[in-house]
């Protein structure tokens, strides 16, 4: 956990890294190259990279056109845009025909901070999550970004990939296996699960840390791909445990909290607590501060499981 | 060439009866904008553009994009005239189980290089196939076909300023300006107008032409290939309905299929008197 280092200039790291390795890769931002790290692949392959301006729906558009080209796109904006702006173009230029197109947005969740709630998308995921034909990942650290990302551009089909504007621990090393659809188990526990994704992962490693000092044996899965969600890894954690939480810096209502929720309702109803933001919108502040407004500290989870833990 | 019009001329009447035809088993789909849109198709599909019905993915195929999705029956009858699947496939136009979807759906249907019919979102479609054929430095050319009342969809302009920015001489943009949609007169629900100067504003060589005047519409595309630098805009001035005269100019006719009473009056306007 020693280094940090923002998703989204993992981001810009792998991109470059495959712009060099498969010429069919072009990417496509809106005015926020800067901000979404794009521009390193800009710098290097200019003749590869489109600038489409402050025009969110023509870009989704143009990237499934290339796509039918037989290009590889990723088109690149904040979440809030990508999915809000842009989300029928998403649905039907990219997701209906089931185009090749990675839709790569940054500055998700509250940690966007200063700018606000107007700029804090907290429902891309659900909304992502309910389009038919998509893959949602949300990856948990710069290693897991560049790996997803890698696992993306091999797989032929549309993703939506969720990154984040801040530093984020390092949880994963190089040795670590990312396969579009599997979670992965982190930490073995037996009293509960706390079922997390993105940089809420880092946050339920530390809330499992928490319990131990108090006795309580935390089980933490990470789940990177949120739809297709890990089905069998979420089941086994609920059988063997009997208690999940649920951890994302996203609406309680649509995303990980709420696929986790089908999945047990239908199929092994046990306690199930949902963290996240509850169905409010953000508000501007410093992206530390908000975890905290918010309740998506680990302190937050202690709570949480605390509370399970009373009901069992 | 005369000779070449007049069989041009011939092929889009013959597709015309096609469409009636269709459109009258199918019960639902749009009449007015596949009978104003397919003077237009037909230079295409049967003049201009380099395709291969028997390798619908032949790498050198020039690209049609029609972005008025809702004419999708006359697309229909074109690719199965062409051979790109068999005539009886139209039966099932709309129905479930074929492939023929309501709106043109690229996945089902051998032709159709994207899927279309929300209104405003095949230009940007049409300018990243445009892009992507630039990078290979290929000379093949996309065609974007697009309603008049389309264009009050704002993604139009944003991907007209894309085409005109990276000097997309390979797109051209044909309207088929037939003056109607579904309330009514384009210029009364939310005028368009000019259209001609609006495309010049934006970037694009702009050609203004009679869009059932085959031979104006063989040398509108033309002239688009020889511009260098900037996207074709061809402003085609059409009539919805055109070809069966109860139809015409008729803004009802937009959505609506011919009764079995229309029918033989309307093959009897297509000069089809075998019914």
Known sequence: ?312 | MKDKIARLQEKARKLRIDIVRTLHRSKSGHTGGSLSVIDMLTVLYYHKMRHDPANPKWAQRDRLVLSKGHAAPAQYVALADCGYFPKEDLQMLRQLGGHLQGHPDSKGTPGVEVCTGSLGQGLSMAVGMALGLSLDKSSNRVYAVLGDGELQEGQIWEAAMSAAHYRLDNLCILIDANGLQIDGEVAKVMNVESIGDKFRAFGCHVLEIDGHDIAAIVAALDEAEQVKGKPTAVVARTVKGKGVSFFENKASYHGVTPSDEELPRALQCLGDCCD
């Open chain 1, 1 to 312: 956990m020693s280094n940090m280092i923002a998703t989204r200039d993992a981001y810009g790291e792998v991109l470059a890294e495959l712009g060099a390795e498969n010429g069919d890769v072009v990417v496509l931002d809106a005015d926020l190259s800067g901000s979404t790290k794009t521009s390193s692949f800009a710098k290097k392959f200019p003749e590869r990279f489109f600038n489409m301006g402050i025009a969110e729906a023509n870009m989704v558009g143009t990237a499934a056109g290339l796509a039918a080209s037989g290009k590889i796109p990723f088109a690149s904006t904040f979440a809030i845009f990508a999915v809000g702006r842009a989300w029928e173009q998403v649905r039907q230029s990219v997701a209906y025909p089931k185009a090749n197109v990675k839709i790569v947005a940054t500055h998700s969740g509250v940690t966007v901070g200063e700018d606000g709630g107007s700029h804090q998308s907290v429902e891309d995921i659900a909304i992502m999550r309910a389009v038919p034909n998509m893959t949602v990942i949300v990856p948990a650290d710069g290693v897991e970004t560049k790996k997803a990302i890698r696992a993306a551009a091999a797989y032929n089909g549309p993703v939506y990939v969720r990154l984040g504007r801040n530093k984020v621990p390092t949880l994963f090393d190089d040795s670590y296996e990312f396969a579009i659809g599997k979670g992965c188990q982190l930490r073995d526990g037996s009293d509960l699960t706390f079922v997390a994704t993105g940089l809420m992962t880092a946050q339920a490693v530390a809330a499992a840390e928490i319990l131990a000092g108090v006795g309580v044996s935390a089980r933490v899965v990470h789940i990177p791909t949120v739809k297709p969600i890990d089905e069998e890894l979420i089941l086994a954690a609920a059988r063997e445990t009997g208690a999940i939480v649920t951890a994302e810096e996203h609406s309680v209502i649509g995303g990980l909290g709420g696929a986790v929720a089908e999945l047990l309702g239908e199929r092994c109803p046990v306690l199930l607590k949902r963290v996240g933001v509850q169905d409010r919108f953000g508000t501007s502040g410093k992206a530390e501060d908000l975890l905290k407004y918010f309740g998506l500290m680990p302190e937050n989870l202690v709570e949480a499981a605390k509370e399970l833990l009373g009901k069992k």
